[in-house]
């Protein structure tokens, strides 16, 4: 199985709602990602868990929290969002930490009103 | 911070055409990997290179990475209509922590 699949595939979200993203994966990969993509521009880097523990936080902010519960499951926890937050938002993940290909998954089409 | 930097940012190519498209960072990258998406898609991966002057071919795809693992290339010949999308470059460098940058992609539009 060579998928990273991602649920929902789309979600409309107030600012007060609370909502989260799955990700999930079963290439046996150790390394997972969590991109934002806003339209017409490339994937920008916001966590990455590597053997399930948090390695990297690009200064994201609070309302998004990450939760790796085991090997093959990425969550990205939402509350309290801003109407700039509506974006995709792709899973990816990879072999390992030093950043060879990675594997990206369909993405969330976020929307937040 | 490191930067890679793609040019053009957008190609128009008649069917049938051969077009280049490249990518250039300011700092040495580990390796270089290119990646297409397409509209309303997510980026798939094509191909890594990790050798200086590394030349991998894919069908009507011929990749390059330069001598000084500072620059790469991506020539495609004989565009077809499935080549539409976005084509991304992106590289982990150690410089910027052996995170792995993208490039602003060249959006390529085929003109049947």
């Known amino acids: 199985d060579t998928e990273v699949t991602q649920t929902p595939k789309h979600l409309v979200m107030g600012m007060t709602n609370k909502k989260s993203l799955k990700c999930e994966q079963h290439m046996g990969h150790r390394a997972m990602y969590w991109y934002k993509q806003k339209a017409k521009k490339p994937p920008e880097l916001m966590f990455v868990y590597s053997y399930e523990k948090l390695s990297i936080n690009e200064s994201v902010p609070s309302r998004f929290s990450p939760e790796c519960p085991n090997s093959s499951l990425l969550n990205l926890h939402l509350h309290a969002l801003q109407p700039e937050d509506s974006a995709l938002y792709l899973c990816?993940?990879?072999?390992?930490?030093?950043?060879?290909?990675?594997?990206f998954g369909p993405g969330t089409r976020l929307t937040v009103l | 911070g490191q930067q890679v930097m793609q040019i053009p940012q957008y190609q128009h190519v008649q069917e049938g055409e051969d077009f280049t498209t490249y990518c250039n960072s300011s700092?040495?990258?580990?390796?270089i990997q290119w990646y297409k998406q397409r509209p309303g898609g997510h980026p798939v991966f094509l191909i890594q290179?990790?050798?200086?002057?590394e030349v991998k071919k894919q069908k009507r795809l011929t990749f390059q990475f330069g001598e000084a693992k500072k620059n790469s290339s991506l020539h495609i010949t004989a565009t077809q209509t499935t080549d539409v999308g976005t084509y991304f470059c992106?590289?982990?460098?150690?410089?910027?922590?052996?995170?792995?940058?993208f490039g602003g992609g060249t959006r390529v539009l085929v003109k049947p």
């Open positions: 990816a993940s990879g072999r390992a930490w030093d950043y060879n290909e990675q594997f």
């Open positions: 290179l990790v050798k200086s002057g």
């Open positions: 700092t040495t990258l580990s390796n």
């Open positions: 992106a590289g982990p460098s150690k410089a910027a922590g052996n995170k792995l940058t």
